[in-house]
């Protein structure tokens, strides 16, 4: 929602916020629950005018007056580390085959691919990018609900890892999943000041559930080959009802019977 719809939100949900900001992790669960009930999500907005695009940090003020430092990003430097990154051959685009190595950026696609051939250029990627910083919305909260076999994950590690063309100065969102396999995901910077909430830009998804002898439980496609990425960004809906990951392990093969002569 932009800051017009900001300013009709009813007086239930700005009391919300300011528990939020004062309540820190304690209140991140029941905040959470709330957003669930009420159909919103919690967002921390920057309070006064915003500096314009480039690599100037950007200073975000909370409810409580609590100031966080947003990390320097640049659309355009941006795009063309992408570029360099996952546009293996060269021509120009990243393209259906390149994307499969790019989890983050096939979560990019539908938004940042306005010709609709199915492939990234610089250009679209610098515009998309361009709109993390186009409005006051830097930081918004992250709800997320996990199940894996269809049963909730419980238990499990989960964090956001920024592409590396975000920058150096962006961090690594994260949290545990509850008995319900619901979580709320936040940077150490956000979380330190008292809030929750991730930067806006392109992450790969890790999820991790290690039984007591620290083996892995998730499939690898989850964590150390992850397939999964996500956009934070202003205008995703996903983020703004909260992400549902539906995780299933590999089916096991039937082995063939024998034939009835």
């Known amino acids: 929602m932009d800051h017009r719809e900001h300013d009709h939100l009813d007086p239930n949900h700005r009391l919300h916020q300011n528990l939020i900001g004062g309540l ?23 309070s006064g005018a915003l500096l314009a695009l480039g690599v100037i940090p950007h200073l975000l003020t909370g409810c409580s007056g609590t100031s966080i430092v947003e990390p320097g990003f640049n659309p355009k430097t941006a795009a063309a580390q992408a570029m360099d990154l996952y546009d293996t051959n060269r021509d120009g685009a990243i393209d259906t085959a390149e994307l499969v190595n790019a989890a983050s950026l096939r979560a990019v696609l539908p938004k940042a691919d306005t010709d609709g051939d199915g492939r990234l250029t610089q250009a679209e990627l610098a515009t998309r990018f361009g709109t993390y910083r186009a409005g006051e919305l830097l930081v918004t909260t992250f709800p997320c609900s996990i199940t894996l076999d269809g049963q909730p994950l419980v238990g499990a590690d989960v964090q956001l890892i920024p592409e590396p063309f975000m920058g150096d100065a962006y961090e690594v969102a994260s949290a545990t999943t509850s008995t319900g396999g619901q979580a709320v995901l936040s940077a150490p910077s956000v979380t330190a000041r008292g809030f929750s909430g991730v930067f806006c830009g392109v992450y790969r998804v890790e ?18 080959a992850s397939e ?26 039937k082995k063939p019977g024998r034939k009835n002569e």
């Open 228 to 253: 999964l990425g996500q956009e934070i960004a202003p205008d995703r809906e996903d983020v703004e009802r909260g992400v549902v990951l539906a995780l299933e392990r590999p089916k096991a093969r």
């Open 24 to 46: 820190g992790n304690a209140g991140i669960m029941a905040g959470y629950a709330w957003d669930i009930v009420m159909g919103m999500t919690n967002r921390l907005r920057a």
């Open 207 to 224: 999820i991790s559930s290690k039984n007591g002898a620290g083996e892995e439980t998730i499939p690898a496609n989850y964590n150390s």
